[in-house]
């Protein structure tokens, strides 16, 4: 796969359709590669008449690792002391913006989800210029009062990483299992071969450390999102443990105009069943630019 030199760093990428074609890029979230972003999911949206990019975020899959940034102290950044972070959401938008450059990008559609959701609204606030449309699936504001995670959730969230490959796997597959849609739960052979997938990809916990010190270091964009006018749409599950649905509607109540398309059934995942609305509805907002 190529890489491109953005922001300073080499940034993992690959693309879907014709390079002739309204880009659209995809932001994957905390401590996940783009392979998250699933090869049909990228098909359906390319055959909807995108040329569309994704691609790792720093610190994660094949991208630049931050190994020399000091350890993130969480406690401190969730009480407000922001000085262990070695980046915050900000820097993640300035890479896409990098990433535009490397590849002759002037504005682009761009949809996030979880982490990524937040970067694309960072993308808003910083590049509004840059961008076509926006859409923010399973996010939330950074308003500590919304978006919260279940208990279970953030216990594995925050849990620590294990060692060996199968060990590391039997961890994903759970977590994939308790963190994914009720309404549309996948099956064990589904959720081993992605697992394994991602551990043989890379496996970098280190790097997902330092994207939550990046979520927490940067702080809630509710007043600045008031201030957006793009074209937005906000996608959220109404079972989603970890980023709970209350985010989404926030996002959406926060950008002025911004449509929004609660998904029953749907956790913090996008499971095949639901790719054709989540992409009428990307196909709808970008109609808009």
Not at 6 to 13: K, R, S
Not at 19 to 27: F, M
Not at 154 to 159: N, P, S
Not at 216 to 235: C, N, Q, Y
């Amino acid at each position: 796969m190529p890489r491109a030199h953005a922001n300073g760093l080499e940034l993992e990428y690959d693309t879907f359709g014709d390079p002739t074609d309204q880009p659209l890029v995809l932001v994957m979230g905390l401590g996940a590669q783009m392979i998250t972003w699933e090869d049909g999911f990228c098909a359906l949206l390319a055959a909807c008449g995108f040329f569309v990019v994704r691609y790792d975020n720093r610190d994660v899959g094949l991208s630049t690792y931050f190994d020399d940034a000091p350890t993130p102290d969480i406690a401190a950044l969730a009480a407000g002391d922001r000085t262990t972070a070695a980046y915050d959401l900000s820097d993640l938008a300035d890479d896409a913006i990098g990433l535009f450059d490397a590849l002759g990008i002037a504005r682009a559609h761009v949809v996030g989800a979880s982490m990524g959701g937040m970067i694309v609204q960072q993308l808003a606030i910083d590049h509004p210029d840059r961008l076509l449309s926006l859409t923010s699936i399973m996010s939330t504001t950074g308003d500590p009062a919304v978006g919260h995670p279940e208990p279970f959730a953030l216990a594995i969230l925050t849990r620590p990483p294990v060692e060996g490959r199968s060990q590391a796997i039997e961890d994903s597959v759970n977590a994939y299992r308790a963190l994914g849609s009720p309404g549309y739960p996948d099956n064990d052979a589904f959720l081993l071969a992605k697992a394994g997938a991602h551990y043989d990809r890379a496996r970098n916990p280190a790097g997902t450390l330092r994207h939550a010190a990046a979520v927490l270091a940067s702080g809630d964009r509710t007043a600045k999102l008031s201030e957006v006018r793009l074209p937005a749409m906000v996608i959220h599950g109404d079972a989603d443990a970890l980023i709970n649905v209350s985010g989404g509607k926030a996002t959406a109540e926060a950008i002025p105009g911004a449509e929004l398309l609660i998904i029953p059934g749907m956790g913090h995942n996008l499971p095949r069943p639901v790719w054709g609305e989540v992409v009428d509805a990307i196909v709808t907002v970008t109609s808009r630019a």
